[in-house]
């Protein structure tokens, strides 16, 4: 491995600064996220008048069940549903 | 390189520990278990590794940069089952990322460009392969003394002020420059392996 000088690995440390903290945490929480996306589905398959207003506002039935809505929840609920 | 890590007293504590500590494939062991807790560190472990590779190299706008991001783990997450080399997990999730920075880059174009030829296709090769180097770097600061791994990353990753960093690790201001000259020369000699690795994360740099 060639010489590490201090500036360069200053500079190698700072190239990954952390993410935003509520981005983590979204994925973080992906696991009881598909937990709580099952019991919407459930919900949904056995009362119609709950999946038409999940139809109509996904995002907001995902924030109601403690959810946060990330895309790619927001796109597997909207598959699951339609 | 990966750093020296004790997966069995990793195993016992939170997050951080395990992301610090479990190697790569220990950890994607535990989370293909159902261990929610191994998730939460792999999420750690390689969340500025998927943020750098967007932000940095593909400098994708910060909405594209979140789709990109919770994508790349609800993927990983759904598809670890498929990884057939468990120590393969760092190049699995960065060619997901830049795969997906690609799809992301073509999608925006398409939608304001109508000659597909001027699309973006690659970021560029120079910081993908400074963006690797950072994360090696990120790595080796594992093996650093709690307090050398917290200046430097405080320091030169979140641009904290000498006056941030010292009221919150509770030192004096005028003490920072000397503690980060030394854990910078700390680090140098975990990373050239001149030494071996302090391993006591207790150690302290005063």
């Known amino acids: 491995m060639s010489a590490y000088d201090i500036e360069r690995l200053s500079r190698l440390i700072g190239m990954l600064p952390p993410a935003p903290a509520a981005w983590v945490g979204a994925a973080q929480e992906l696991p009881q996220a598909r937990r709580e996306l099952d019991g919407i589905v459930a919900r949904a398959e056995a009362d119609a008048e709950f999946r038409q207003a999940l139809i109509a506002d996904l995002e907001g039935a995902l924030q109601a069940e403690g959810v946060e809505p990330t895309w790619p929840l927001l796109d597997e609920l909207r598959r699951r549903v339609s | ?206």
């Not at chain 2, 190299?57 to 979140?66: K, S, T, V």
């Not at chain 2, 699309?119 to 090769?125: G, K, N, Q, S």
């Not at chain 2, 650093?144 to 405080?154: K, Q, S």
Request: overall charge negative; aromatic content about 6%; proline content about 4%.
């Open chain 2, 1 to 206: 390189m990966e750093a020296a890590r004790d997966d069995g007293a990793a195993a016992a504590r939170g997050p951080a520990a395990l992301s610090g500590e479990l190697s790569d494939a220990r950890l994607v062991a535990q989370c293909r278990s159902g261990d929610e807790q191994a998730w939460r560190a792999l999420v750690e472990r390689f969340s500025r590794y998927v943020y750098a590779i967007s932000v940095q190299a593909f400098r994708l706008p910060a909405q594209d940069a979140e789709d990109v991001f919770q994508e790349v783990f609800a993927r990983v997450y759904e598809r670890l089952e498929t990884l057939r080399e468990d120590e393969a997990v760092r190049p699995w999730i960065g060619q997901l990322t830049r795969r997906l920075c690609i799809d992301r880059l073509r999608a925006g174009s398409r939608e304001t460009v109508e000659d597909t030829d001027e699309l973006p296709e690659t970021a560029a090769d120079d910081v993908l392969s400074q963006v690797e180097e950072a994360f090696d770097v990120h790595d080796a600061m594992a093996a650093l003394p709690e307090n050398c791994r917290e200046i430097l990353d405080r320091f030169f990753a979140r641009d904290e002020s000498y006056r941030t960093i010292g009221d919150a690790l509770g030192l004096p201001a005028g003490t920072i420059a000397s503690r980060i000259s030394r854990c910078l020369e700390k680090l140098r000699d975990v990373f050239e392996g001149r030494n071996q690795p302090p391993g006591a994360s207790s150690e302290q740099v005063t």
